[in-house]
């Protein structure tokens, strides 16, 4: 009950949303999200108690199809959970920094979001895995496409595009396993699009090789993997500042839980014919990605590739088969929402005071904003895995996975930490230190307001860093059961 | 039954309501005789088989499950007729009557059990949307699509005709069981090319009817010069009525011929929905694309058709039925929320719906949800409405038919959000003042959108019941 309690509120919120205007807005908004964190931080401690998830639900849907309503949380989706509740709220109130229009829509979009990031989560039943997975995606096409810069159309057409044909070809991987269900030719009811049996089938290495792709396609698309990238730096750039923030943070995320809960268990042999495959790709696009944030002139672009290169290096690590690369992709999911929404925020913060994101505009803005200069220096370095950081144990753990997959690879994709260090340092050198620019002497230190949106991501910053224990702890039965199911 | 005598009763009964010449009774009246012959139509629902005028007509859960979605479609169709009014039309009560009249026909079309019934079904339906397509008398266009319609439309129902009469030749019965075994076990071999060429003649008639490729090409102009008020009609009475007759044909009267027809549909399936989306994805006209979408959806249904393999019952059955739903609901919305819109701008075209998010919200909201539907994106009806048609057919092994469907529907993507992207991402023109939406039509207009989340959110009302 609590998990559909998690999964409906932020939608009635959202259509609460649509009757009400300003300061009222705002405040239910903020409530609803804060509400469901509060809900969600309570299943944690209730998970943790009981060890299992007593969150099963399931509901006929379409009985006609064998098709359920089935709803559960494990260690791992709780987690996301977590992360999409915790993070949904600090969105929000680096939405009410903008004087957008139609505000209330705005936020409705943002709430009505979180339900389908929610679903994706949660669901245990094939057909509705997919349809969270799109309806998580209509909200933030109009968030991106009304909301956005100069070049929205084209870039959020391309956006929804890819990601609409990505998930198409998904579909058509679960038609066929839903198919291979149940007694063979018969009416559909015999079938099932249950999680488990899924689980269940037994298929061929060729079918699993195809199936692999027409899966992964989804997944890929939505990380995103090198080459299927190319929506990613122009969608970061063109979105507002909070559609970033639900984009990179969050969403992004949905491609890597995807990969873990419905590709890695479902086709086995699959992942070990082609996985060592998308490891070269991921490590590809770690070095890409850092190699072209090098070279960019616009703070937001550059955030956007480096978290290209970063999202690489979790699915690596995913791919690497391993407890230690598993569990490290889970902190670092959580790490890299908390460090790159941090980062969108500093990034949209300066941007508010100056008017510009052109990082040659900038420069010697630290004098008169010493707070702004410490959370910016907090986040980036936390990105950059300095130990003491979310970042740092999360790479950590995904790079040790790798190297026990293989030393080569490892090592290869270790780059990442010189890489990050090299583009991130230099652009704060140049943003904040630096030759003195136009803003120099009139720019504002961070405000009150601003602050309750960074301090609590510093705290998990730090609270990733130095207890990590508490959420792979979490984490740690559904790893190792996932693991189980790929090895069988 | 009932619902054809009150259909013919109430149409008679609406023109002589015209003399009153106010639409404020003209159309509270006519919704009020629809909602009359949908509840009456229900009532029949799992009443067994009934039959008619020598079996001619049949009455069971087929018939009413289509039956309720023309009249529905009609019914929510009818607010949208405001601008007739404005205008001055005179003769508003007629188009009622007439509409109400080619239900008659659609009815028909669907619980026929005998090849004449079909045929006087099909003109019963197809007269009555001749003079309605050129309704619009003082308009070259409508007038141009008037008689193309009519030409095309007398030639394919010649044809269909023809092949009614060939296959009497060859079977020597009109009724749908009787051909049925006539057809498995011929009596005469040597008459046997008579009957194929019969079969497809009526295949090709109301393949014409149903705008699938390659008897699809009036359809773009035809739907475009008809006033949008019929168009909608068209494109959703006519065609639902229309697949409920092929499927009835296919699967009663000839499933001992599938391995004749299956081929053919399967062909003119994969053209429809090449020529379908292709063609709508060039379009710059609004109205255009729609016309061009319908044609890409006859397409989907025929998969439908492929996959029931001569089956009334089942899931491709009960797909098409889904589907046909779906696509009605989405499409009446669509053409509602054009025909405002183009009526106050004065233009159809994707730039005419520039900023409609803007200065009529609940329009842009309602377009939106139809053209997700008709895209098939979950959370709309039209997904679970794909879903079901493309898993049957896989179910019967159709793998490469429902690959090329897909690849097929992600071009439909790029059509779809065409609107939307006019809607909420271009701003109107300077000076745009809010599309005019009266009461009635603002309540219609929200009942199809929440329909369409309906079907998409709990689709496992409606799904499977035939």
Same mark, same amino acid.
């Given at each position: ?12 919120? *959202? ?11 705002? *405040? ?156 063979? %030719?018969?009416?559909?009811? =015999? ?91 991921? %490590? ?19 955030? *956007? ?17 391993? =407890?230690?690369?598993? =569990?490290?992709?889970?902190? =670092? ?156 | ?11 008679? +009964? ?60 009609? &019914? ?19 188009? !009622? ?12 079309? +669907? ?27 003082? $308009? ?6 008037? @008689? ?40 005469? /071999? ?15 008639? #109301? ?37 409920? /007759? ?28 090449? &020529? ?35 089956? @009334? ?6 797909? +098409? ?93 790029? !059509?779809?959000?065409?609107?939307? #992207? ?15 939406? $009266? ?6 207009? /929200? ?20």
């Amino acid at each position: 009950m609590l998990t559909a309690v998690l999964l409906f509120l932020p939608l009635a919120a *959202a259509l609460l949303l649509l009757f009400t205007k300003g300061a009222a807005a705002r *405040a239910l908004a903020l409530g609803a999200s804060l509400l469901e964190f509060g809900l969600a931080v309570y299943a944690a401690f209730a998970f943790k108690a009981t060890g299992t998830g007593s969150f099963d639900l399931s509901y006929a849907w379409i009985p006609s199809a064998g098709i359920n309503f089935h709803l559960g949380l494990d260690g791992l989706s709780l987690l996301l959970v977590l992360l999409t509740t915790f993070l949904v709220p600090l969105i929000l109130l680096a939405a009410f920094k903008h004087n957008y229009d139609s505000p209330s829509t705005f936020y409705a979009l943002v709430l009505f979001m979180q339900t389908g990031l929610i679903g994706v989560f949660v669901s245990l039943d094939a057909f509705l895995f997919y349809f969270f997975w799109e309806v998580a995606l209509i909200p933030i096409y109009f968030l991106a496409g009304a909301w956005g810069g100069e070049r929205r159309v084209a870039v959020t057409l391309k956006f929804f595009l890819y990601t609409v044909v990505g998930s198409l070809f998904m579909l058509a991987g679960f038609v066929y396993l839903y198919l291979q269900t149940g007694p063979g %030719v018969g009416s559909l009811a =015999q079938h099932s699009s249950e999680l488990s049996a899924f689980y269940a089938l037994t298929l061929s290495a060729s079918e699993q090789s195809w199936l692999f792709w027409l899966i992964f396609a989804a997944f890929a698309v939505k990380m995103p993997i090198f080459p299927f990238h190319t929506w990613q730096p122009d969608t970061y750039t063109e979105a507002p500042a909070p559609a970033t923030m639900l984009l990179s943070g969050i969403m992004l995320k949905m491609g890597i839980y995807g990969t873990m809960r419905w590709l890695l268990p479902v086709v086995p042999l699959g992942v070990s014919q082609w996985g060592f495959l998308v490891i070269i790709l991921a %490590v590809i696009g770690i070095i890409y990605g850092a190699i072209i944030a090098i070279r960019q002139q616009d703070l937001k672009r550059l955030i *956007a590739y480096s978290s290209l290169s970063h999202v690489g290096l979790m699915a690596a690590g995913v791919f690497s088969l391993t =407890q230690i690369g598993l =569990q490290g992709a889970v902190v =670092q999911m959580l790490a890299h929402g908390v460090n790159v929404v941090g980062m969108f925020f500093v990034a949209d913060a300066i941007e508010r005071r100056t008017g510009t994101r052109h990082i040659p505009d900038l420069g010697g803005l630290t004098r008169r904003t010493p707070i702004l200069t410490v959370c910016f220096l907090v986040m980036l370095l936390s990105t950059v895995a300095l130990p003491l950081t979310g970042g740092f144990v999360g790479e950590f753990l995904l790079l040790a996975g790798l190297y026990q997959y293989n030393a080569w690879v490892g090592a290869v994709a270790g780059l990442t930490i010189i890489f990050s260090a090299v583009y991130l340092l230099r652009m704060f050198q140049r943003v904040m230190l630096g030759p003195d620019s136009a803003f120099s002497e009139t720019i504002t230190d961070l405000t009150g307001g601003e602050l309750l949106i960074l301090v609590p991501l510093i705290v998990l910053v730090f609270w990733l860093g130095l207890f990590p224990g508490t959420f792979l702890h979490l984490s740690e039965p559904a790893v190792t059961n996932l693991l189980s199911l790929v090895g069988r | 039954m009932t619902s054809i005598i009150l259909l013919s009763v109430f149409g008679i +009964i609406n023109l002589f309501l015209g003399f009153l010449r106010s639409n404020k009774v003209l159309l509270p009246g006519a919704m009020l005789l629809l909602l009359i012959v949908f509840g009456v139509n229900l009532a029949d629902w799992g009443q067994g088989t009934q039959s008619f005028y020598n079996s001619m007509l049949v009455v069971d859960n087929y018939t009413v499950a289509f039956t309720g979605i023309v009249v529905l479609t009609t &019914l929510v169709l009818l607010p949208f007729s405001r601008s007739y009014v404005v205008a001055g039309e005179p003769n508003l009560a007629e188009y !009622y009557s007439l509409l109400l009249f080619s239900l008659v026909g659609a009815v028909m079309m +669907i619980g026929y059990n005998h090849l004449i019934m079909l045929f006087v079904g099909i003109e019963i339906l197809s007269v009555s949307m001749y003079v309605l397509a050129g309704s619009s008398k003082r $308009d070259a266009r409508s007038n141009e699509a008037a @008689l193309k319609y009519f030409l095309m439309g007398a030639f394919a129902t010649g044809i269909l005709l023809f092949g009614v009469a060939l296959v009497y030749g060859a079977t020597g019965t009109f009724v749908l069981s009787e051909l049925s075994t006539a057809v498995a076990a011929p009596a005469n /071999a040597s008459l046997q090319p008579m009957l194929y060429i019969g079969i497809l003649m009526m295949i090709i008639g #109301i393949g014409f009817k149903v705008s699938a490729a390659p008897f699809h090409f009036w359809t773009p102009d035809v739907y475009e010069g008809t006033p949008t008020f019929f168009t909608a009609f068209m494109s959703t009475v006519v065609k639902t009525a229309g697949f409920a /007759a092929f499927l009835k044909l296919l699967a009663v009267a000839l499933p001992g011929a599938q391995g004749f027809w299956l081929p053919t549909i399967q062909a003119m399936c994969a053209l429809t929905l090449l &020529l379908g989306n292709v063609g709508a994805a060039v379009q710059t006209s609004t109205k255009r694309m729609l016309a061009y979408s319908s044609v890409s959806h006859a397409g989907y249904l025929l998969i439908g058709l492929v996959a029931s393999r001569g089956n @009334l019952t089942g899931e491709a059955a009960s797909g +098409i039925f889904f589907y046909s739903l779906a696509y009605s609901v989405a499409t009446i919305a669509a053409f509602g929320v054009l025909k405002l819109v183009a009526d106050h701008r004065q233009r159809d075209d994707y730039a005419g719906l520039n900023g409609l998010g803007k200065t009529n919200p609940l329009l842009a909201f309602s377009m939106t949800v139809a053209m997700l539907s008709l895209a098939g994106i979950p959370l709309t009806g039209g997904f679970f409405g794909k879903f079901f048609l493309l898993a049957a057919a896989v179910g019967q092994g159709y793998i490469g038919l429902v690959v090329f469907a897909l690849v097929m529907s992600m071009v439909g993507l790029y !059509y779809y959000l065409r609107p939307l #992207i006019a809607m909420y991402l271009r701003p109107a023109e300077e000076g745009a003042t809010p599309v005019p939406v $009266d009461g009635i039509q603002t309540v219609t207009l /929200a009942l199809l959108a929440l329909l369409s989340i309906a079907l998409g959110i709990v689709p496992g009302f409606l799904s499977g019941i035939l």
